[in-house]
Structure formats: structure tokens, C-alpha cells
């Protein structure tokens, strides 16, 4: 299946236009968010198969809006991705026991990105978490 729709949760306007370039250059729709406050509400109107959140965002953090996302049956369902820069071992613990269904480092690697975004797709929420 190709042309899913993605929804980019990021306030850096080149991490978020390198994800947008990758993701429609693979087949994928894009719509974006510079706050998660903004991203909790397109994901109610618009219902993305997938939603990639930044943690580091002005107002909301990425991590309270995975819990809103999740407490909320219109967006319970959707698989999160993580995407921070945050690449020590313990930030990503702390990510992923926060729920998170993946988890890719900025700046993003272009080939393993899309193979996780692909795996998530494939596999959707809660069908066994990543490694
Ligand atoms: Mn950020």
C-alpha cells in the first residue's frame, strides 16, 4: 500500500522539510505541525496512519502529547514515532517506556527512516513494540 498519510509533529523547519521531502519522494502525503498542541488536533480531523512527534517542541512536549493522543479513542489507535535528537541510551528508555510504538535519532538516517516507517505501517499500534 502506498500514499499513506503522515502527519510530521517537529518545530525545526529543516528536520521537518528533509522528513516531508523523503516521505512524499517515497509515495507518502505529508500534512505538518510546528506544536503538538496543533498535531493532537489534525490527527482528530484528519486521522494519519502514521504520526512522527519530535519530543523537544515549544508549549506540550512530544511525551505529553503521545499521552493525550492515546487517552483520546479518535487517536488512540494511531502508531507514534519518535523522532529526537536525543541519542543517549536513556533518553531513549525513557522514550519508549512513555509508550512510543518506534524510535528514530535526528538527524535522520534517509534508508532506515523509511524501512522503520514501513515497519510501523505494516505492523500498526500495540501488535509487539520495537527492540
Ligand atoms: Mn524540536
Known amino acids: 500500500m502506498a500514499g499513506e498519510l503522515m502527519l510530521i509533529v517537529e518545530d525545526n523547519e529543516k528536520n521537518r522539510k528533509l522528513a516531508r521531502d523523503v516521505l512524499q519522494f517515497t509515495g507518502?502525503?505529508?500534512?505538518?505541525?510546528?506544536?503538538?498542541?496543533?498535531?493532537?488536533?489534525?490527527a482528530r480531523e484528519q486521522q494519519p496512519a502514521l504520526i512522527l512527534m519530535?519530543?523537544?517542541?515549544?508549549?506540550?512536549?512530544?511525551i505529553e502529547a503521545l499521552g493525550q493522543l492515546r487517552a483520546d479513542p479518535r487517536t488512540s489507535g494511531i502508531p507514534v514515532m519518535a523522532v529526537t535528537a536525543s541519542a543517549m541510551t536513556q533518553d531513549r528508555q525513557k522514550i519508549m517506556a512513555a509508550g512510543f510504538d518506534g524510535y528514530q535519532s535526528k538527524p535522520i538516517a534517509v534508508k532506515e527512516f523509511l524501512r522503520a516507517v514501513r515497519e510501523l505501517l505494516d505492523r500498526g499500534r500495540g501488535a509487539g513494540g520495537p527492540a
Open 54 to 62: 519530535d519530543i523537544q517542541l515549544p508549549g506540550m512536549s512530544g
Open 28 to 42: 507518502y502525503r505529508t500534512i505538518e505541525s510546528e506544536t503538538a498542541e496543533e498535531g493532537i488536533r489534525l
